[in-house]
């Protein structure tokens, strides 16, 4: 495996220290298909997505985290004439995160779900 070390990137006309690329970029993200057969529409060092029921899923990583204490947020797109809307993100290990959609208390597919997680990788 080779190895290159650089303190600094550039496009030609901005340079950005390396250290804000390695530490300041999302570890994982997915974007999810919530209706019907719910599937992994685009992603970043994500393997698998379960389905654990309405409203309800599970994102593994292909590479796990340091440890349970990385930072995840997660947003939703339910229709148009949604109201009172909630998202959690519950259960977090060093390989998966859970993402849970409610509309109203009740739990409730969304047309999509997009989470991402930063914090050191394993």
Request: glycine content about 8%.
């Amino acid at each position: 495996m080779s190895t290159i070390i650089a303190t600094t990137l550039s496009n030609g006309s901005v340079s950005v220290p390396t250290a804000t690329v390695v530490n300041g970029s999302a570890k994982v993200w997915v974007n999810i298909s919530g209706t019907g057969t719910a599937f992994i529409r685009d992603s970043l060092n994500t393997s698998s997505l379960t389905d654990l029921g309405t409203g309800l899923f599970q994102v593994t990583f292909v590479n796990a985290f340091l440890a349970v204490d990385f930072s995840a947020t997660v947003g939703t797109q339910l229709s148009v004439s949604v109201q009172n809307v909630t998202q959690n993100l519950a259960n977090p290990s060093t390989t998966t995160q859970n993402a849970n959609c409610y509309e109203n208390g009740a739990p409730t597919d969304p047309l999509t779900c997009s989470m991402g997680m930063h914090g050191d990788l394993a």
